[in-house]
């Protein structure tokens, strides 16, 4: 009898997980439409791992959606200039996306060696670039730190541990698969559940590498207003 209702409340609670799971992916992209999109990205994807870091930590996430407000709002220009670099970054990608490709020809097979070396190196900068902008956002989300700081730790933590940048690039893959094979957990968890777990890699890699955190950190709680 004790054995069915252990398993019978621990079925709740990974419902109830479920559930704040997919609440959070809807904040994310509510956050995003109102950014216009490209404003909107960083603050609602740092706000999403501040809510989704803390259902990991076992809080009860009963009011998301003012938390959610409060730490997007606190944070939106502050992460907009953090994904200011991987905005530009983005935008150099695919002009030289362009470049490089052309109808009928690979840009490895068809192209000649040095076109081959520099499309290479292009999509080696690219990963780069993805792996550092999940560290960021993960970093925003525990730590208030200068835009410098923030983007040093984001580029170093790849090279630092490859391991730790070939695991968010691995789990991102893993999650893209995944969503292809089953297309409806896309608008459920589409943002959610990619930011949980490379925000999870990226915080244990943090404290591995015994990173100090600068003076203000994010707090872990939201003042109390009213519940949701």
């Known amino acids: 009898m004790n054995t069915s209702l252990g398993w019978a409340e621990r079925l709740m609670q990974w419902?109830?997980?479920?559930?704040?799971?997919?609440?959070?992916?809807?904040?994310?992209?509510?956050?995003?439409?109102?950014?216009?999109?490209?404003?909107?990205?960083?603050?609602s994807a740092a706000a999403a791992s501040?809510?989704?870091?803390?259902?990991?930590?076992?809080?009860?996430?009963?009011r998301l959606v003012r938390d959610f407000i409060a730490v997007y709002r606190r944070q939106f220009l502050h992460l907009n200039r953090v994904?200011?670099?991987?905005?530009?970054a983005g935008a150099l990608a695919v002009a030289n996306l362009l470049a490089f490709s052309t109808p009928g020809v690979s840009p490895l097979t068809g192209a000649s060696v040095p076109g081959a070396v520099l499309f290479l190196l292009f999509a080696a900068v690219s990963?780069?670039?993805?792996?550092?902008?999940?560290?960021?956002?993960?970093?925003?989300a525990r730590y208030r730190d200068t835009v410098l700081r923030t983007w040093r730790?984001?580029?170093?933590?790849?090279?630092?541990?490859?391991?730790?940048?070939?695991?968010?690039?691995?789990?991102?893959?893993?999650?893209?698969?995944?969503?292809?094979?089953?297309?409806?957990?896309?608008?459920?968890?589409g943002a959610s559940l990619p930011l949980l777990l490379t925000g999870w890699l990226v915080n244990r890699r943090i404290a591995e590498l015994g990173v100090v955190p600068p003076p203000e950190p994010i707090p872990a709680t939201v003042p109390p207003a009213s519940t949701v």
Do not use: K, Q
Not at 50 to 62: F, K, N, T
Not at 127 to 140: D, G, K, S, T
């Open 127 to 140: 990963v780069l670039a993805i792996a550092a902008a999940f560290n960021a956002v993960a970093i925003c």
């Open 15 to 43: 419902l109830a997980f479920a559930v704040r799971l997919v609440l959070i992916n809807v904040l994310f992209v509510a956050g995003t439409v109102t950014g216009l999109g490209v404003l909107g990205l960083f603050p």
């Open 153 to 189: 730790l984001a580029f170093v933590l790849p090279l630092a541990s490859p391991a730790a940048g070939l695991g968010v690039i691995m789990t991102l893959a893993a999650a893209a698969m995944l969503f292809i094979a089953a297309p409806l957990l896309l608008p459920l968890a």
């Open 83 to 88: 994904g200011s670099i991987f905005w530009a």
């Open 50 to 62: 501040v809510l989704l870091s803390r259902l990991l930590a076992g809080a009860e996430g009963d």
